[in-house]
């Protein structure tokens, strides 16, 4: 484009008007409808025939397509603008019909374990359910292990203004949290969370410095409501769990991710073994930024040339022509979306921090949303998020169950993506000084992955311990959180970061408990993908998108074994993978050395 890509979204494409679209609100009215229809099919314990319940399966895939794409619509409306009083409401009530829906699912759900063996064949041989016969068992089963459908319906219900209205709360807190920035031109600015949280990776130490201390200082004003929020989150999951007789708060999130414990024990395992690599590099890293020990805020500081401000247009050619060595395809459908306004980057107040992909299933789009400040992790964060979006892409054609892929799997698209940007930019850098921080970026990556991801497990595992005792205090979360962070990082930080448990998002998401082992089982997997991509070149394209296409209908380990020929409940394919990053490593310490 000869003015460049667009850096703002188009969302009038799906519903002209934002909040107050009369087209969103038929939208909902339809949804609402259609729930009721459902509803009434399974009222007073009803139970439809084989036939029928085809039929309602059917409508059922159809709520949740046009649910999903709702959610994202008021989920994108919030991103761009936190403080949308119009779209905050609409998003209570989405969540109600998600809520009305989810009861209606809990009733369709017992209906399925009710069916005799005979009777479930006959179903399941119905040619528009064939596709979804994993998705329909799935739903069998854990109905089997939960409370009765009238007591989970109540629990969905009691949620919204509960468990989900303690969720949404974040973004009240983050709308409310002000950051003020002293520029290099001595102008004294009031920056929102995104713009600051940008601050905390700039290549100026002493910018980051800063940064970093206005940071804490306005989360721990905000950590006694942040506090709040997370005990009360907590504590409905663990009752929850309590009233369905299950143990572990570790059970519905493997559950969710379609994995096993002796999977995710495994991967823990091969990480741990491995440390000590990252370890070398943290300590170099120190060194070659003057300072004994790096603080938090050091960790993902930019080194060498990539401490360069690239521009937004240049950044979207580069990943386009990057990825094309992959695939002509992941290219082209990288082109358009920035070339189609679905992608949010401008750098701009206002806005939620963090990067997010989220799928319009009906419409077969997705919109990706960021703050791009012309950083080598922004460009990362671009390539991750068109990763999720080609992800989707592919499945648009599949039933509505069949696309309803987990997280971790998920995590598998963007970071192939990832891999694909830096290792390709890696061997067309210039020279050596580009080439580094290339390098650098790279096991930044790595880093983030097996220690700061790590340290979110330990100090979300331990906080739940803790909670099922009382209400845990914001000086204790603080405390967990600097232990974890310790542990995880292996002792190797100077200053920590406290309130990270404040300030980090993914605390407060109601949909996915947990929200930070499946990134790392996603970097890890992808890993022994790309490994497999590089060995068997261009041929492997195909055989990666039928992997993607079945992510929503198998379960990680049947996945593993089915396309690559692996067994993930065994520590050698994360020893493997992980061994990618110790290369990295050793070719920057050697890089480095003086």
Not at 24 to 52: H, M, N, Q, V, W
Not at 164 to 180: E, L, M
């Amino acid at each position: 484009m000869g003015n460049g890509y667009p850096q703002t979204w188009n969302l009038e494409v799906f519903y002209k008007g934002g909040a107050g679209s009369a087209e969103f609100a038929a939208e909902l009215k339809g949804i609402g409808e259609d729930i009721a229809r459902l509803d009434a099919a399974f009222a007073g314990g009803a139970s439809p025939g084989t036939a029928e319940l085809g039929g309602l399966t059917e409508l059922l895939q159809s709520v949740l397509i046009r649910l999903r794409q709702s959610e994202s619509y008021v989920s994108c409306l919030l991103a761009e603008n936190v403080k949308d009083t119009a779209a905050i409401a609409l998003n209570d009530r989405v969540k109600t019909l998600a809520a009305k829906f989810l009861g209606m699912q809990t009733r369709f759900d017992n209906t399925l374990r009710a069916m005799d063996d005979k009777e479930w064949e006959t179903l399941l041989r119905q040619d528009p359910l064939a596709e979804v016969a994993f998705n329909l068992g799935e739903r069998r089963e854990l109905a089997k292990r939960k409370m009765a459908p009238e007591l989970e319906s109540l629990a969905g219900d009691l949620a919204v203004d509960g468990y989900h209205g303690w969720g949404d709360y974040y973004n009240v807190i983050v709308s409310r949290a002000k950051f003020a920035d002293v520029g290099k031109d001595g102008e004294a600015k009031i920056l929102s969370a995104g713009q600051m949280h940008n601050r905390l990776s700039d290549g100026d130490r002493d910018v980051r410095v800063r940064a970093f201390a206005e940071w804490e200082r306005e989360w721990s004003e905000q950590a006694e409501l942040c506090a709040e929020t997370l005990n009360r989150l907590a504590g409905f999951r663990l009752k929850l769990y309590e009233k369905r007789g299950w143990n572990s708060v570790l059970r519905e999130p493997l559950q969710m991710n379609r994995m096993s414990e002796a999977t995710l024990a495994a991967m823990w395992a091969a990480i741990e073994e491995s440390k000590h690599v990252l370890v070398r590099y943290l300590e170099r890293k120190a060194k070659l930024l003057g300072v004994p020990k790096l603080d938090w805020h050091d960790v993902e500081a930019p080194i060498g040339s990539s401490a360069r401000t690239i521009p937004y247009d240049e950044a979207a050619a580069f990943i386009i022509e990057q990825f094309r060595s992959f695939s002509p395809d992941l290219a082209d459908f990288s082109d358009m979306a920035f070339k189609d306004a679905w992608i949010e980057a401008e750098d701009r107040a206002g806005k939620r921090p963090g990067g997010f992909c989220t799928s319009f299933p009906k419409s077969g789009q997705t919109r990706i949303f960021m703050t791009y400040s012309g950083t080598a992790s922004n460009i990362s964060t671009l390539a991750h998020e068109l990763g999720h979006a080609y992800h989707q892409h592919v499945m648009n054609d599949l039933p509505g169950l069949a696309q309803e892929y987990a997280m971790n799997v998920a995590e598998t698209a963007s970071t192939f993506a990832e891999m694909i940007v830096s290792d390709s930019a890696l061997k067309v850098a210039a020279d050596d000084e580009e080439k580094l921080g290339l390098l650098e970026d790279k096991i930044q990556r790595s880093v983030a992955f097996f220690m700061n991801i790590h340290a979110r497990f330990l100090f979300e595992t331990r906080f739940y311990e803790r909670r099922r005792e009382g209400l845990v205090s914001a000086s204790e979360l603080n405390a967990l959180m600097e232990e974890a962070q310790r542990e995880a990082y292996c002792g190797v930080l100077g200053e920590v970061h406290p309130h990270f448990w404040a300030s980090k998002l993914h605390f407060y998401l109601t949909d996915v408990p947990f929200y930070n082992f499946p990134y790392t089982f996603g970097f890890l997997f992808s890993a022994g993908i790309y490994a497999r991509a590089l060995k068997e070149g261009a041929d492997f394209k195909d055989r990666y998108v039928a992997l993607l296409r079945d992510t929503g209908r198998m379960t990680v380990e049947q996945l593993a074994k089915e396309h690559l020929g692996v067994n993930v409940e065994e520590i050698g394919f994360w020893r493997d993978a992980v061994a990618l990053t110790a290369e990295d490593v050793e070719q920057f310490l050697a890089m480095t050395e003086e």
